[in-house]
Every structure is written in C-alpha cells, then in structure tokens.
C-alpha cells in the first residue's frame, strides 16, 4: 500500500476527433485507453479522473465512434503531473456497414501509429472473461505499435464481479485489477500509470 496519496486537482474534457488531422496539439504526457465494448471503459476513466461525468457511455455498445481527450493534473509529493488521456472507441459489438467499419479502423490505426506522444497504452479487460479473440487481438495490435520508449498496461475491470477466489487467483499473476467500488484498487492504478511514465 503507498503512504502517499495521489491527488486529482482537476480534470477536464478537451475535444473529440474522427481522425489524426483534427487532434490537439502535443503539449503533455499522453495515456490511451482501449478495450472492447462493453469492458466498462467510461466508468474506468470517470473513477481514474475523480469526475463521474467526464466520460459518456452508451447505451448501446460500439455506438461512439470519436476519439475523445480529457486533461488531467495530479499532484503526488509536491510534484504536479500533467496528463493527458485519449479515450478510443469500444472494439466489436458496432453494428455498421463494412465500408463504414473498415473507414473507422484505418481512422484508429492511423492515429494510434502515427501518435508517437502516447507513451502508455491502457488494455481494459473484463476479468470475468479474460480470454477472449478479441482481448487477444488488441493485445496483438498494441504489441505491434509499441516503441522502445512506450508501454502496455492491462488491467482488469469489474474485479468486484469475482468470487474471491477467483479475485486471489487473478492477483497471484501480479494483474492490475480495478472494482467501481474499491477507492484503493483506483489509486493503486493512477500510482502505476506514474510508475510506468516517470518512474515515481
């Protein structure tokens, strides 16, 4: 458990794109956070920020098709970080045409390739269902993304959905495993993200 605790001075919601032309300019740390639809994405990044309405789910999975940022300062020690957080679209589950579904994966791709300010890539993955094709594909295309100075961090979501054995287990392998009602499990995430990006 860390002695110290992560405060969020603010955050705020900053501007939603279609495509790496329209994107903000590069001005701070950047943090992706993908998963699939449905993985409990918005919840994640409302509770990771410490505003409930930052992030918007739908009700209908693979709806959102934007890319979103949100700006985030937190302080840790005296220290304040600045960081920004890019909220993707939701993989799978989008019920479009093929034309309009291969248009929205180049749009990602091209970003998420060319983006080379995104130092940490965020897997959220359902810790009730930890094996799926499509978990195993994003991994994938994350892996082939990576650069010498970027990161994966897979955490698991909706860990409060486990029996406790099945809790224990998923912890034994050292996985980041994140419950909408455990504030500890929250604040032990925000101090990996600064681990992974600052070494702190």
Known sequence: MQNNQICVLSSSFTKSIENKSQAPSVLYSEIAILGRSNVGKSSAINLLLNNKNLAKSSSTPGKTRLINFFLSSWRLDDVVYDLRFIDFPGFGYAKVSKEERNLWDKNLSEFLKTRDSIK?????????????????????????????????????????????????????????????????????LRFSILNHLYGV
Do not use: G, M, W
């Open 120 to 188: 940490l890539f965020i897997h959220l993955i359902d810790s009730r269902h930890t094996n799926l094709a499509i978990d195993n594909e994003i991994k994938n295309f994350l892996n082939s993304l990576l650069k010498p100075d970027s990161k994966i961090l897979s955490v698991f979501t909706k860990c409060d959905k486990l029996n406790k054995n099945e809790l224990i287990k998923l912890k034994k392998e050292d996985s980041i495993c994140i419950s909408y009602n455990d504030k500890q499990s929250i604040e032990s």
